[in-house]
């Protein structure tokens, strides 16, 4: 595995995954939403983010935590070995979801100035965590299988299949085990 694209609903634990993952296997993450997202939760221009996503997945290694499908999986999965959905409880990611918004503690895998706030957006956000399985992951679901239908993928949908699947492999040189 050298090339890891990690799905799921917000919330799910994509971004702990990738970085529990770029340390076990000495990989470098890429986090799609510091790629999309401007100060102020502005979206960039869309050839912008798909250049930004170009150059994060040029090398030959890389874990790439998030979604955007209709708008990077041509850029992505025609490079992944390997595919991982989080198949997290949906209450669970709208627990997740609140807990942080309100710990306002910083999160590596958030673009500089988009503090989370609890606002008529989240409000919004909520709404897409809630309605993910139904509402979004199908469409996701179908990029992914016209996009990438010959790369494996792994279904993870606790903690401890989390904790499972990385005990099963190989630790970096001179790392200790996770």
Not at 70 to 82: H, Y
Not at 153 to 174: D, E, R, Y
Request: charged share 20%.
């Amino acid at each position: 595995m050298q090339r890891i694209v990690i799905l799921g609903n917000a919330g799910s634990g994509k971004s702990t995954l990738a970085r529990a993952l770029g340390k076990r296997l000495g990989l470098p993450v890429v986090h799609l939403d510091t790629l999309f997202w401007e100060p102020g939760w502005i979206e960039p221009d869309a050839e912008q983010f798909r250049a930004r996503v170009s150059a994060a997945i040029a090398a030959d290694t890389w874990i790439c935590e998030g979604n955007y499908a209709r708008r990077t999986f041509d850029l992505r999965l025609p490079r992944a070995d390997l595919i991982i959905w989080l198949d997290t409880p949906r209450l669970t990611c709208f627990a997740r979801v609140i807990m942080r918004s309100v710990s306002k503690r910083p999160r590596p895998d958030l673009a500089a100035g988009c503090p989370e706030k609890l606002d008529r957006a989240f409000l919004t956000f909520l709404n897409f965590v809630w309605n993910f399985d139904q509402g979004y992951r199908p469409g996701i679901e179908a990029v992914r299988l016209t996009t990438g239908p010959r790369i494996p993928v792994v279904h993870l949908c606790n903690s401890q299949q989390i904790a499972a699947f990385l005990h099963g492999l190989p630790a970096m040189p001179g790392t200790c085990p996770v």
